[in-house]
């Protein structure tokens, strides 16, 4: 896939759209929400080994997710960056329940 986006605002309804089903928004939001756990784990405890298991937790389920309920290709490879700004954007806005309006924005189909 060739570098279409120029800016995050242009990225963001893509990346929703790359994330249309709610099955894969779940699977999403479960690695990013452990993400989220294990760095307080490292901060709190101490051990910073735990930060080495953040992407691996991350990135597990939502590639299983695009693999397996989405079947496309995750704009990480392509976008790293962006997309992992846009997915803690997409976790926030769901975690605050301001998701929706979003997905409904990027013509998302099945917006909850």
Do not use: Q
Request: glycine share 6%.
């Amino acid at each position: 896939m060739a570098r279409e986006h120029t800016t995050f605002a242009e990225f963001w309804p893509f990346y929703l759209r790359e994330h249309s089903r709610r099955s894969t928004r779940a699977l999403h939001y479960f690695g990013t929400s452990l993400v989220v756990l294990l760095s307080i784990i490292a901060l709190v405890s101490g051990r910073w080994w735990w930060f080495a298991a953040m992407p691996l937790a991350g990135y597990f389920f939502a590639w299983i997710a695009h693999f397996t309920v989405e079947k496309n290709r995750p704009a990480t490879f392509t976008y790293p960056l962006w997309s992992l700004g846009a997915d803690f954007r997409m976790w926030w806005l769901w975690l605050t329940g301001r998701i929706g309006p979003e997905l409904r924005k990027a013509g998302v189909k099945d917006p909850a």
